[in-house]
């Protein structure tokens, strides 16, 4: 039951944070302003749901590895870290920023710069998701034939 809890929230994170990116490139990149303002605001909402995807993500995990250490358990828990502090040093507070200066219809140098860095961080926070799905896969022995012993 664990596993499946702590495969469905990184599923969920995995899949809120790759709307909130795509949700951004499409509206910065083809829609203009309006879905801009749109998609700040929806991300704003949608941290309700990953916020709480990657808290529940962490804690099952921190459990599942419970006295396993070293190999993907270790990669695993270092990238969880950087996620975590990507999140809330940048990811968060960028959200929060964006949405206030677009909902002013504030699209300045500022704005476009923040947004730059979300994409970017949004981007290495998607890789180190995936790659985390990967590892759990392989641990389970469902990916890469047979089952890591860590």
Known sequence: MLKR???????????TLLSFWISTVVAEGFLGWP????VKGAIVNGLF???PAMAVTGMTGAVLSKGRG????AAK?????????????????AALFLNVKATANEAD????LIQVVELAVGAVQIAFLVRNARDGLR?????????AHV
Do not use: C, E, Q
């Not at 140098?109 to 476009?112: I, S, W, Y």
């Open 5 to 15: 809890l702590h495969a469905a929230a990184g599923s969920l994170a995995l899949l």
């Open 49 to 51: 749901v990953l916020v």
């Open 35 to 38: 879905a801009v303002v749109a």
């Open 77 to 93: 828990t270092r990238r969880m870290k950087i996620l975590a502090a990507n999140g809330v040093l940048v990811m968060i507070p």
């Open 109 to 112: 140098a500022l704005f476009f």
């Open 139 to 147: 641990m389970s022995g469902r990916l890469g034939g047979r089952r």
């Open 70 to 73: 070293g190999g993907l358990v």
